[in-house]
């Protein structure tokens, strides 16, 4: 325990030291003299007399009590001096001023590059190396499962489309779509579909087989229709009764087993309701397999089809609405045998590999959060105790490096896809919509973590310094840009939607609307507008221009305006005096390089394989 006595007061016979430096209550002793005859004092003849106990919470005094019973009261001795108790607080102060630097240091050594940290305490920048082998890998496993990815979604587009040629009476590629306008070409097409199914391995260059018991009465292939239990409309008298409930009537179709014997099916007499009737849709499921893979070395899957074909007659508007749809299972095959072909579980093994790359980054990421958090806390306790201060939240902020958020998030997201990746392989999952999703975000998420190590070059930092200035106010214009925009998306909605293919829904409008912002099909999109309605033009017209004149010629320059004088203040500042925050001007005073080897520590001498930067 020691005090730095900064003052000596005297009040009548006592000493007392003043200090304004302390750390924890000191305990005092005074002495006096006993023996009143004697001239000269020594250790033998100081007495106890008195102890107390100097508090942090108290004014620093330090009483030395000195008592000479001698007739002039407080006198010298005979060699010239008064005898007291000297106590010496400097080393107080020098531990203080250690203790403050050792902080200035170590906040210096945590907002390091890694780099200088490789120059200040010799530590290799593992989570540097670790980073860019992240980014290599990461995106090899990209392009790995996007060749499998293009292979899943083409071999689907091309069945479907194939599908449409086979069971869809006069199908053409061009078309908007297709329709029939009599009952004659509804039974027609029927027929023709059914006709189509049952003779697909005659017609098909492809091997599909049929997938039995999936239909109606355990058959495999579906004819149904839906009508209104009770529908009568009667045009001439302006009359209708209508019962909404929906009734279906469906009959079930097999496959012959002899594709040469004769058709006694009975779906050529199924009769149609028209005057009630809703649509009609004809089920099926296909098998087939997908060899392609062969040629990157996968073992093929095979694939169940789920094919729908509706006809839409919801609106009795005379015309009936054709379309196919087709969903696709993914699944294992079960037996497979590739001649001079061997189980190559490298793709496996590589999956494994990044998971374990991403799960190490995302251990090091997390843990350099929490040695930010504690700094955070350590920093804010001494500016509280000691300089009686507290520390605005964007110095606080500055402890949680946001570019080691984005790291977490990227690390999780790639684990996740592996693994999902790794069940696509072992062909236990088919879910290459959302391990494409995961492993996209994950990789964009990890190259724009480059910038950060770009940001520790000051010429390179440009990017980010602008975005980082320029985010709160295009935020806040953004959000009035935005009132107006979608005051735009619903009045062209609800005008302009019956009238404009581009208009049909919301999304469509949306992008429409986005498209003309950046000068996109302006002609088409003026020109498309159906002349029903003098008055709708007219609006059309007056919507369009007034659309194009307020965003592009001055909502579009403002926001650019935004970024260019955001640029402008940057560079400004630059050339003159920075404004620096209290954090770093207390780290400001540490003049120590990275060079001068004070950042070592008796305790940091030997480095696990995890300590990095």
Avoid at 97 to 118: G, T, V
Avoid at 312 to 336: F, P, Q, W
Avoid at 511 to 536: K, Q, Y
Wanted: charged share 20%; with cysteine; hydrophobic share 40%.
């Amino acid at each position: 325990m020691s005090l730095d006595l900064t003052k000596n007061v005297t009040y009548g016979p006592f000493k007392v030291a003043e200090s304004s430096n302390y750390k924890q209550a000191t305990l005092v002793i005074t002495y006096y003299h006993i023996h009143t005859n004697s001239a000269l004092l020594s250790n033998s003849d100081l007495q106890p007399a008195s102890a107390f106990l100097i508090y942090p919470a108290e004014k620093d005094k330090l009483l030395t009590f000195m008592s000479d019973f001698n007739a002039g009261g407080l006198g010298d001795g005979p060699h010239g001096r008064r005898p007291s108790l000297d106590v010496c607080g400097s080393s107080w102060k020098q531990a203080e001023e250690e203790e403050e630097e050792a902080l200035r240091r170590k906040l210096k050594y945590f907002f390091m590059s890694p780099c200088d940290k490789y120059h200040a305490k010799g530590r290799k920048p593992y989570k540097l190396v670790l980073q860019l082998l992240k980014i290599v890998i990461v995106t090899v496993q990209l392009v790995l499962f996007g060749w499998s990815n293009q292979m899943v979604v083409m071999f689907k587009d091309e069945n479907t489309d194939s599908f449409r040629h086979l069971f869809l009476k006069d199908y053409q590629d061009d078309s908007d779509g297709l329709a029939v306008h009599t009952q004659s070409e509804v039974y027609e097409h029927i027929n023709y579909t059914i006709d189509q199914y049952l003779a697909l391995s005659q017609n098909s260059v492809s091997r599909y087989a049929y997938v039995m018991g999936t239909g109606v009465n355990g058959s495999a292939l579906s004819l149904c229709q839906r009508y209104y239990k009770k529908g009568s409309i009667d045009p001439v008298n302006d009359t209708f009764i209508i019962d909404p409930h929906i009734i279906t009537d469906c009959i079930g179709v097999n496959p012959p087993t002899d594709p040469s014997a004769p058709n006694l099916e009975d779906y050529n007499y199924f009769t149609l309701k028209f005057h009630k009737l809703i649509n009609v849709t004809i089920e099926f499921k296909l098998k087939a397999i997908n060899i392609q893979s062969i040629i990157h070395n996968e073992i093929p899957d095979c694939y169940t089809f789920s094919v729908t074909i509706l006809f839409d007659n919801r609106a009795h508007s005379g015309k009936v609405k054709i379309s196919l749809r087709n969903e696709a299972v993914i699944r294992e095959c079960s037996e497979t045998t590739v001649t001079g072909h061997k189980e190559n579980y490298f793709r496996v093994a590589f999956d494994v590999f990044v998971a374990i790359v991403c799960g190490l980054s995302l251990a090091l990421c997390g843990r350099s959060i929490l040695r930010g958090i504690t700094l955070q806390h350590e920093f804010v306790r001494f500016f509280r105790q000691s300089l009686d201060r507290q520390v605005c939240w964007a110095d606080r902020l500055e402890f949680i490096n946001g570019w080691y958020l984005l790291l977490i998030i990227s690390d999780v997201l790639t684990i996740i896809a592996s693994f999902i990746k790794i069940g696509i392989e072992t062909k236990n999952l088919s879910s290459y919509d959302v391990c494409g999703i995961l492993m996209g975000t994950s990789t964009l998420l990890v190259w724009v973590g480059v910038i950060r190590y770009l940001s520790f070059f000051q010429k390179y930092n440009i990017l980010i310094v602008t975005l980082r200035a320029a985010f709160p106010s295009v935020i806040r214009f953004c959000c009035c840009a935005a009132a107006i925009y979608m005051g735009y998306v619903f009045c062209g909605w609800i005008v302009l939607g019956p009238y404009h293919a581009k208009f049909r829904s919301l999304s469509t409008v949306s992008e429409c609307l986005f498209s003309l912002i950046n000068g996109d099909d302006m002609f088409a999109t003026f020109s498309e507008v159906e002349r029903s309605g003098t008055l709708v033009w007219l609006f059309s017209q007056l919507y369009l221009y007034t659309f194009i004149s307020l965003f592009i010629y001055m909502v579009l320059s403002l926001f650019i305006a935004l970024i260019t004088g955001a640029y402008d203040t940057i560079t400004q500042q630059a050339q003159e005096p920075q404004q620096v925050s209290e954090l770093h001007q207390f780290i400001a005073e540490c003049t120590d390089t990275p060079t001068s080897g004070k950042f070592h520590s008796p305790e940091n001498t030997s480095c696990s394989p995890f300590c990095c930067c």
